[in-house]
């Protein structure tokens, strides 16, 4: 096994795939990492990253759109692209906003 390291700037986002936690480099690599999303909330800068679901921690710089869905949640794509459809939780919806500045 490498260990590898990378910088935060580098990071689009961190996800959850079959029970693991991966991270998404800007240049489109994933990398499995052995703390939970729940950690990593703790360690991360808030300024630059946001935990917007069970799922996935994105990095501000990675959001590429935004589209308004019913019920006031948000739809994201990231950017590189994610397998996955990206919402913001109902419960995370008012904090995201405040930390868009909207």
């Known amino acids: 096994?490498?260990?590898?390291?990378?910088?935060?700037?580098?990071?689009?986002?961190?996800?959850?795939?079959?029970?693991?936690?991966?991270?998404?480099?800007?240049?489109?690599?994933?990398?499995?990492?052995?703390?939970?999303?729940?950690?990593?909330?703790?360690?991360?800068?808030?300024?630059?990253?946001?935990?917007i679901n069970r799922q996935f921690i994105v990095n501000i710089s990675s959001i590429e759109n935004m589209y308004s869905l019913s019920k006031s949640r948000i739809k994201i794509e990231l950017k590189p692209k994610s397998d996955n459809e990206i919402i913001v939780s109902y419960s995370r919806m008012s904090d995201f906003r405040k930390w868009l500045n909207i």
């Open 1 to 51: 096994q490498k260990i590898k390291s990378i910088k935060a700037d580098g990071i689009a986002y961190f996800f959850v795939n079959n029970e693991n936690v991966f991270l998404c480099t800007k240049s489109n690599n994933n990398y499995p990492i052995d703390y939970s999303l729940d950690k990593l909330e703790t360690i991360i800068n808030p300024k630059d990253f946001f935990r």
